[in-house]
C-alpha cells in the first residue's frame, strides 16, 4: 500500500478497498458499501438514532421523489442544488408530465408536509428525523466522502420562534460533536460557518470541523437554522395562543456516511484502518496457530475464548482460516483495523495463556492468563478509544497555530489549520482559497472575544472573534 | 369511520390516515410514513433484522441507480419489471449516456458485484441482505399494500449447489413465518407458487400468505431459489475443491412495508387499530383525567406510573393533553391500536388504584392497584398478543374450506380461501380468475399428499398435494 506521508490520496483509495470497505459502483460515482463498511455505519448509526430519539426526536420517511416544481420555491435552495440533480424523466413506460428529482435533501418534501400538519402552537416543536439514500450528482468522487448517492439522517424541525429553532439547532450540533468525539473518537470542532459556506437557504451554518492525518478538514456534520424561509416558501404557519397566524422557524441537521471517511482517514496509519472500539465491527480477533490437529484443537480453544468475551459484551472474531498463514491473517487483521488481536498456538494452550497484541500504542506482543482475557479486554478497548481520542488531539492542536501575518498564515494552512482573524469578505476568502486552498472551516464556538485586522487584507475583522482556515476535502 | 362489514376497502384508508399512519406524497402512489407507522416499521425490522444477522447473513448497501442494460441481461426479469421502471435520463445538468434505473429490486446490481468477489468454494455461501427502498411504478396505489417507492430487505446469497441455495430459500422463508407469527400474530400459510406466480427470473417462488378480515389473502413475503439464472447472466463463479469452474445457485427475499397493511387488516375493527405488543409502537397508555389543579396531580402520578412501566420494560406513553376531555383521548388511543388503556382520575388517586381497560377480548374496565401495574402488565400484553393470534388462527380456519366441487369453490372464495385439487395448467389459472377474482395463493408446504381431478377443469390434479385459492391483495 502507498504510503500516507508518499501521496494521502492513493494510501486512502487502496485502503478503502483492501479493507473491504467499499467497492466502485456502476454509475458515476455511486459505491458499493461493502458488510465490513456497512457494519461501521450501523454501529454510528445506533448511537446517533439512540440519541436523536432521547432528545425527543421521531423518525419518519418521505417520498425520495420530489416534484420538480417544489425545488423551485425556494429560491437559495434551488439554485445551490440545481446543478447536482438526478431527474426522473419517464416511468411506467411513459414521460411524466412533471419531472421527478431524485431526493438531494428533502426540506422541500418535509416542508410541504410539515405545512399540513401544523396549525397550532400545540403542535409545535415538530421534532422530525429521516434515516435515508439521497444523490447528489458528483464530478469528482471519492468513496464515503463525495459519492453520487449516500447515506444520511436528516433532521427536520419546526418551532414557534426564532429562540426555540436555534436551541435545536445548537442541540443537534452538540449531538454530533457528541458522537464525533465519543464514538469516533474524532475531536472535532464546533463552530458557525461564514456567510459564503452557508447551506443553500439557511439563515445560520453550523458545523463539526475534524482534522485528517494530511492536516486537511473534513466536514463531518453540518446543522441549519433556517429562519422563515422555507415557512415562508411551503406555508408551515400555526396560530399562535393570541390567536394570530405566524410562520414557523425550521432547522435542518444531517450527519452522513461521509463519517466512515473521517474515521479513516483521523485514526489510520501505513499498515491499514485503526478503528475506535466503539465502532470496529470486531473488536477483537482470536488466531489459533498450527497445523491439522494442532490447529483443530487450538481454533476450538479460540471459539471458547471468542464466546466468553461475546458474554463480557466485546465483539470478538476467530479467524480459522486453515489456508492461510498467521502471518498473512495477523496483517490482514491490522490492515481491517482491529483494535486487540489474540494469538492463541500450541505453546499457549499448554501454559493457558493468550498472546494479546494492540493495534496501536505500545510495542510488542504480552502473554496473558487466557482465564483473565475477558475482565481485561474491556478495560483495554476502553483504553485504546481513549489512546485514539488523546493522541488525534494532539494531532489536532500540534496542527492548529494561530496566524498574525500572512506568510505565517500561508505557511500553517499548507500542513494544518490556521487560526485567523478575517474581514468577513467573500472576495477575500476568495483570494485566499486561490492562493493557498485554504478556506473558512468554521468560527469556533469557543472561540475567545478577539478583533483586529484581516490576516489577508487588513481590513478590520469580522465576527469578534477568530475564524479557522484550512484546506478541505 | 366507514364500518369494515360496509367498506373495507373505505375503511382501511380512512384508518391509516386517521390514525397517522401516513399520508399521500405528491408523486403518483407515493406515500409518507408519519412517526406512528414508521415507529412500527422499525419495531419490526428490529425483531427481522435480528434474525437475519444470527443466520449469518451481513447487511451491505449496493447503488440505487443501476444501468438499464444490467436489467436486460435476464430475459425473464426484463419483462416482469420493464412496465414498472422508474428511469432517470438527466444527472448533473446533462442527458446521460446510458439512462439509470431507480431499483425495483436488485438481484442485477448484487449479481455484478457477487461476480467480482467470488471465486473460490472458500467465498460461499456469500449471505447477503440490505435494507433500503424502492420504485416500483403503482397504477392502483394502496397505503403500504402497493406504492411506488417501498421499504424492504431483500437477502441475497450466493451457493455452491442447488441443495444448498435452497436450504437458504427456505431458511429465509421459516424467518418470514416466524416474525409473521411471533411478533406480528399473523398465521401466514408458507407454501410455494405456482409456476404462474413465480417471482421474474425465480425457477421456485415460495410465499407466506396471510388472511385479512375480509377474508382476502396477502402476500407478506417471498423467498426466490434462481437456480443459475442469474449466476449464469452475471458470471457468477467459483472454482470448486476439485478445480472446476461452476456457476452459483442465488437465492433472494424480500419482506416490505407491506406487512403494516398485514397488521392493520389482519386485526383491525370498526373502532380502528388493534397492535400486537411486540408491534405496538406504545403498548400502554396512561390517561390522567382532571380538572386544573386535580389534571396535575393526576398527570404528576401518571407520569410516574409509566416510567415505572418503562423500567418493566413496557413502552409507556402519558396522554396528559388538557385542551382534549377524556372520551376524545379514549377514542383516539382506540383509534390507533394501543393494546392495554390505563385511565388515572382524582378518585383513583385516593384509593391507590387504576383503572385498566383492554383493546379487546374483554368487556369492561377493571380497577386495580397502581403499585401492581408493573406486574401485572407484562403478562396481559403477553396474554393480548396470544390472544391476538389465536383469534387470528380461528379467523383464517373458518373462513377456509375444502373445495371439491366446483360450486363449493365459488362460495367458498366468495368469502376466504378454497383449498383444492388443481391441474396446474396456466389458462385454468386465468380461467378461475376471471370467473371468480381468486387465484392460486400457495401450495402449502404442509399440506398432506393428494391427488385426483381438477376442481375446475376435471383434468388429474398437479402437485401432488391441494392448493390454497383466494382473493388476494
Redesign the interface.
Known amino acids: 500500500m502507498t504510503p500516507q506521508g508518499e501521496d494521502f490520496s492513493a494510501w486512502y483509495n487502496e485502503l478503502v478497498a483492501k479493507a473491504q470497505l467499499v ?1 466502485r ?4 460515482g ?6 465490513y463498511g ?2 461501521l ?2 454501529l454510528l448509526q445506533a448511537e446517533l438514532d439512540r440519541r436523536i430519539k432521547d432528545t425527543g426526536h ?10 420538480e416544481s ?1 425545488l423551485r420555491r425556494e429560491a437559495e435552495h434551488v439554485e445551490g442544488f ?12 411513459k414521460e411524466l408530465e412533471e ?2 428529482i ?1 431526493r438531494p435533501t428533502s426540506e422541500t ?1 418535509i416542508g ?2 410539515m405545512a ?1 400538519w401544523v396549525s397550532s402552537h ?1 403542535d409545535l416543536p415538530l421534532l ?1 428525523n429521516q434515516w ?2 439521497v ?1 447528489r ?1 458528483e ?1 469528482r468522487p471519492r468513496m464515503f466522502l463525495r459519492t ?2 449516500f ?1 444520511w439522517q436528516e433532521g427536520h424541525t419546526a418551532h414557534a420562534d426564532e429562540a426555540d429553532a436555534m436551541r435545536e439547532t445548537m442541540l443537534a450540533l452538540d449531538l454530533y460533536t457528541e458522537v464525533a468525539r465519543d464514538i469516533a473518537a474524532i475531536p472535532v470542532v464546533p463552530g458557525e460557518k461564514t456567510p459564503g459556506e452557508r447551506f443553500a437557504g439557511a439563515v445560520r451554518t453550523y458545523t463539526i470541523e475534524g482534522m485528517m492525518r494530511d492536516g486537511k478538514a473534513l466536514q463531518a456534520g453540518t446543522s441549519h437554522y433556517m429562519g422563515t424561509n422555507f415557512a415562508e416558501a411551503f406555508d408551515i404557519r400555526y396560530t399562535s395562543g393570541t390567536g394570530r397566524l405566524e410562520p414557523c422557524h425550521t432547522t435542518s441537521w444531517g450527519m452522513t456516511t461521509r463519517m466512515i471517511g473521517a474515521v479513516i482517514m483521523t485514526h489510520g496509519d501505513d499498515k491499514g484502518l485503526v478503528l475506535p472500539p466503539r465502532l470496529a465491527p470486531y473488536q477483537v480477533v482470536v488466531v489459533p496457530i498450527g497445523r491439522g490437529d494442532q490447529l483443530e484443537r487450538t481454533s476450538a480453544a479460540a471459539r471458547e475464548l471468542a464466546d466468553r468475551l461475546k458474554a463480557a459484551g466485546v465483539r470478538a472474531h476467530v479467524d480459522d ?1 486453515a ?1 492461510l498463514s498467521p502471518g498473512f491473517r495477523f496483517n490482514d487483521w491490522e490492515l481491517r483495523g482491529v483494535p486487540v488481536r489474540l494469538e492463541l498456538g500450541p505453546r499457549d494452550l499448554e501454559s493457558g495463556t493468550v498472546v494479546m497484541v494492540r493495534r496501536l500504542g505500545d510495542e510488542g506482543k504480552q502473554s496473558i492468563p487466557v482465564s483473565s482475557a475477558p475482565d481485561v479486554i474491556p478495560g483495554l478497548l476502553e483504553e485504546f478509544q481513549e489512546f485514539l481520542l488523546r493522541r488525534a488531539t494532539a494531532f489536532r492542536d500540534g496542527h492548529t497555530a494561530a496566524a498574525d501575518s500572512w506568510d505565517v498564515f500561508v505557511e500553517v494552512v499548507a500542513s494544518g489549520w490556521a487560526s485567523a482573524l478575517h474581514c468577513g469578505a467573500p472576495a477575500c476568502e476568495d483570494d485566499i482559497k486561490a492562493k493557498t486552498a485554504a478556506t473558512p472551516r468554521c468560527i469556533p464556538l469557543d472561540g475567545a472575544a478577539e478583533t483586529g485586522r484581516c490576516v489577508h487584507c487588513g481590513e478590520p475583522s469580522a465576527y469578534g472573534k477568530r475564524v479557522l482556515f484550512g484546506r478541505a476535502y
Request: proline share 11%.
Open positions: 467497492d459502483g456502476p454509475a458515476r455511486t459505491m458499493v458499501i461493502r458488510p456497512y457494519r455505519w450501523e421521531e423518525n419518519a420517511y418521505f417520498p425520495m421523489l420530489i416534484p417544489y440545481s446543478p447536482e440533480l438526478a431527474v426522473v424523466t419517464h416511468a411506467g413506460g419531472p421527478l431524485v418534501i410541504e408536509m399540513k400545540r422530525l435515508a439514500n444523490v450528482w464530478l453520487t448517492e447515506l482460516r489456508q
